[in-house]
């Protein structure tokens, strides 16, 4: 046992030396300070759309959207792209909630004398409150005006604002000064006056509420190119198919713990890197045309195509598990055998990861919309989940449907 943790990260060594990868490229949380070696690795898919809207002189952009699908990643790239004779910028992380707070975080905040630091500390000692006076909206605006540079205010957390009213200082901002451009990243639309929305325009906001496949296809690749790699290889189509489920695609970091965990079974020879790189996926027109010859058979020789594909469950009638994952038909197979299964006991029996157990069953239960698309002629759902006290606590039990039960045999 003391030798397995060596072994583990020698086995990732060797896994990255044979993908020809530099490091691992799945690092979830990028270094945004990190000019570098942040566009190295971050895929702009929203970024790009900013920074062609601040390129066209759009006044202010708003990007909306949940925690993870990279608002303030978008914001970094975008402070990158902008070309440094044209453009200064200030990130501001979330909306101040004054107007002083808003002149210190633009760089035009008011600065105390030189004689009002001298004498502070005796009419501290005399017991005299220094009254500060604010900076007006018209200062703010006067002192933007001298710059010779636009100036681009990121705004990140802008549905944040403790007070509403900086909504239409920042609208009379944009309004009053050339040079001032901003955008702004939040959970959602709601908070902004209509005024405001209507200066940013609707050609100007983008929601971003998940990936697609092909946009997190994108993602993988890009991250593999970073460190030397090709493609998605050594994730095929197949292998791809099961991680980009309905609820990996909410954000880049749920696919990233799927493949670092794949990864990790690769460098300790639990899968074999050639056969994760070479599975078909349902749409590959092999496997296309295989469901088309099941479906075009009579019963006997739908039979024999089952047995040859599921071993010892076989049915005339379950043409279509030819279309489930090698981890949906794991799950199947167990539910089938016997079914009241807890996620532990699936992962268990199964030799499944928790999040590759979790997405199969959530599959498997016709939850997934995206799923659901991709694979019509199967009559999902094809698992049931029923609610029972397990130690005080409630868990979920899975069974094979009643309706799908029935098409199979064992032998």
């Known amino acids: 046992m003391a030798g397995e943790p060596v072994q583990i990260f020698e086995g990732k060594q060797k896994l990255l030396s044979g993908l020809g990868w530099r490091e691992n490229p799945f690092v979830k949380d990028l270094r945004q300070q990190d000019r570098e070696g942040f566009l190295k690795y971050h895929c702009p898919l929203d970024g790009e759309k900013i920074v062609e809207r601040l390129a066209f002189d759009a006044k202010a952009v708003l990007l909306v959207g949940p925690k993870g699908v990279g608002k303030t990643s978008a914001i970094y790239y975008t402070k990158y792209s902008l070309p440094a004779g044209e453009f200064d910028s200030a990130i501001i992380k979330e909306p101040p909630s004054t107007l002083d707070g808003l002149a210190e975080e633009l760089g035009v905040g008011n600065r105390p004398s030189v004689l009002g630091g001298l004498f502070a500390p005796i009419a501290g000692a005399l017991g005299i409150a220094r009254r500060e006076k604010g900076i007006s909206r018209a200062e703010i605006a006067e002192r933007l005006k001298r710059r010779e540079r636009k100036l681009v205010a990121f705004v990140d957390e802008a549905h944040l604002a403790a007070n509403p009213q900086m909504y239409m200082e920042f609208k009379y901002l944009l309004d009053e000064v050339p040079q001032l451009r901003m955008v702004f990243c939040g959970l959602d639309r709601s908070p902004f006056p209509d005024s405001l929305m209507h200066l940013i325009g609707e050609n100007n906001v983008f929601a971003r509420k998940g990936f697609s496949a092909p946009e997190m296809k994108r993602i993988i690749g890009h991250?593999?190119?970073?460190?030397?790699?090709?493609?998605?290889?050594?994730?095929?189509?197949?292998?791809?198919?099961?991680?980009?489920t309905e609820q990996n695609l909410l954000t880049p970091r749920y696919v990233f713990d799927e493949l670092n965990n794949?990864?990790?079974?690769?460098?300790?020879?639990?899968?074999?890197?050639?056969?994760?790189s070479s599975r078909l996926s349902v749409n590959d027109p092999i496997v296309q045309a295989a469901i088309a010859d099941v479906n075009g058979r009579n019963g006997n020789g739908a039979a024999a195509m089952g047995a040859q594909a599921f071993g010892k469950i076989t049915h005339a009638h379950a043409d279509w598990w030819v279309m489930l994952s090698p981890s949906q038909q794991k799950v199947m197979e167990l539910l089938l055998e016997g079914g009241g299964l807890t996620l532990s006991e699936v992962c268990k029996r199964a030799g499944l990861s928790q999040n590759t157990a979790f997405n199969a069953l959530y599959q498997l239960r016709g939850d997934d919309g995206k799923e659901l698309e991709r694979k019509k002629e199967v009559p999902f759902p094809l698992v049931e989940a029923r609610a029972k006290l397990v130690g005080g606590r409630k868990k979920n039990l899975y069974y094979a449907s009643e309706k799908v039960r029935n098409l199979f045999t064992t032998t």
């Open 223 to 244: 991250r593999i190119s970073a460190v030397g790699g090709s493609g998605t290889h050594p994730f095929s189509d197949g292998a791809l198919d099961e991680v980009l």
């Open 262 to 276: 794949r990864l990790a079974k690769m460098a300790s020879g639990r899968i074999d890197p050639k056969e994760e």
